[in-house]
């Protein structure tokens, strides 16, 4: 039958194209975990202050035979580079030239017969000197 165009009766249907789902942004997870004990250790640092705090900032620097040692401190406002971390109404402000050593880390506050103090755990560590008061990645 001749309906005045020039499409055959048998003419495929149109092909779509190749669509591919959209992907869903991963959570991304964070640079740093503390554990239960490091949070209230540092609630109670940050209480005794006396003064606001945007959070503690940690980063590395160079020192000790391995290398590389944690920094903290207060941070009085978030610098424009600072990775940011907030768990359990702690904000932990990461320096932005740390975030490769730290990335990963689990941060612990451990209380001990003879010392107390924060202990890293960082998955990147290649090694500690002796007396652990520095890494290298």
Same mark, same amino acid.
């Given at each position: 039958?001749?309906?005045?165009?020039?499409?055959?009766?048998?003419?495929?249907?149109?092909?779509?194209?190749?669509?591919?789902?959209?992907?869903?942004?991963?959570?991304?997870?964070?640079?740093?975990?503390?554990?239960?004990?490091?949070?209230?250790?540092?609630?109670?640092?940050?209480?005794?202050?006396?003064?606001?705090?945007?959070?503690?900032?940690?980063?590395?620097?160079?020192?000790?035979?391995?290398?590389?040692?944690?920094?903290?401190? @207060?941070?009085?406002?978030?610098?424009?580079?600072?990775?940011?971390?907030?768990?359990?109404?702690?904000?932990?402000?990461?320096?932005?030239?740390?975030?490769?050593?730290?990335?990963?880390?689990?941060?612990?506050?451990?209380?001990?017969?003879?010392?107390?103090? @924060?202990?890293?755990?960082?998955?990147?560590?290649?090694?500690?000197?002796?007396?652990?008061?520095?890494?290298?990645?």
């Amino acid at each position: 039958m001749d309906t005045g165009t020039n499409i055959p009766d048998s003419a495929p249907a149109a092909v779509a194209p190749d669509v591919k789902p959209k992907r869903v942004p991963r959570a991304r997870p964070a640079a740093i975990n503390l554990t239960a004990a490091a949070v209230e250790r540092v609630k109670a640092l940050l209480d005794k202050r006396g003064k606001p705090s945007a959070g503690i900032r940690i980063g590395v620097k160079t020192k000790g035979c391995s290398g590389l040692s944690y920094t903290l401190e @207060f941070a009085d406002e978030k610098g424009p580079a600072d990775e940011v971390v907030q768990q359990d109404g702690v904000t932990v402000l990461i320096d932005p030239k740390a975030i490769l050593f730290i990335l990963g880390t689990e941060m612990d506050y451990v209380e001990e017969k003879l010392q107390s103090g @924060f202990v890293f755990r960082n998955p990147n560590e290649k090694g500690r000197c002796g007396c652990g008061e520095s890494f290298h990645v």
